[in-house]
């Protein structure tokens, strides 16, 4: 993490993207990462998190530093902090000018809001690999082949290793596990249609850099795989 010092004039306009962190904080507990939001002019784009996930769980090691940093700034008490030079800063995303405000409940919690003022770059940067905002082809072909596997390659193999022990009859095994795969392979189809559409426009793309803008500009056209 690089936390560096900045001028105190670093005031921006509503067209600047901002990223907000909201925590809370049970009496006397560490507190956890309740929601994030990416914040612009055009779109509010907000995450919630179904577990109490602390900050080292969701973000990267040096983004939940600063903000760990952050949080330890608090009295325990109501209050408004403004750190208007702290930058955190991680390749590919500069969050700038924290604003953060916490509030006491009636039941000794606390709810905690880290408002960054700037958010430049990829904010995917700032969580964790296994939160899952990062995955792409590798993940998603990881994740076909391994249904694949299991909806195909397993069953083929028990089915056999079944009838080889004489355990069942070949041909009435062979014929139901024909029907489960049957009603499985559209699916299966589907996912794998996805990752040639994605892969292929991909190889589009690095074959003609300079077609790019043109290929968004065309209408887009729904189409079934």
Do not use: W
């Amino acid at each position: 993490m690089n936390v560096v010092a900045m001028t105190d004039s670093i005031e921006t306009g509503e067209d600047q993207r901002r990223f907000i962190v909201n925590l809370m904080s049970e009496k006397g507990e560490t507190p956890y990462v309740r929601s994030c939001e990416v914040v612009s002019s055009a779109f509010r784009n907000r995450t919630s998190f179904v577990n109490t996930m602390p900050l080292e769980e969701v973000f990267c090691d040096s983004i939940a530093e600063g903000l760990n940093d952050c949080v330890n700034m608090l009295s325990g008490e109501t209050q408004v902090i403004s750190l208007p030079s702290l930058i955190l800063e991680v390749p590919g995303l500069v969050l700038a000018g924290a604003h953060i405000l916490t509030t006491v409940n009636d039941d000794g919690s606390q709810s905690i809001i880290i408002r960054f003022r700037i958010s430049l770059g990829g904010i995917g940067y700032a969580f964790r690999p296994d939160v899952g905002f990062g995955a792409g082809l590798e993940d998603l072909t990881r994740e076909v082949s391994a249904q694949v596997l299991t909806d195909l390659a397993l069953p083929l193999l028990n089915v056999l290793s079944a009838t080889e022990a004489g355990l069942v009859d070949a041909e009435s095994a062979i014929g139901s596990l024909s029907q489960q795969l049957a009603d499985r392979v559209h699916e299966i189809r589907f996912q794998i249609e996805l990752v040639k559409r994605y892969t292929d426009g991909l190889e589009r793309q690095r074959n003609n850099p300079q077609g790019a803008d043109a290929v968004k500009d065309q209408p887009r056209r729904l189409s079934s795989c």
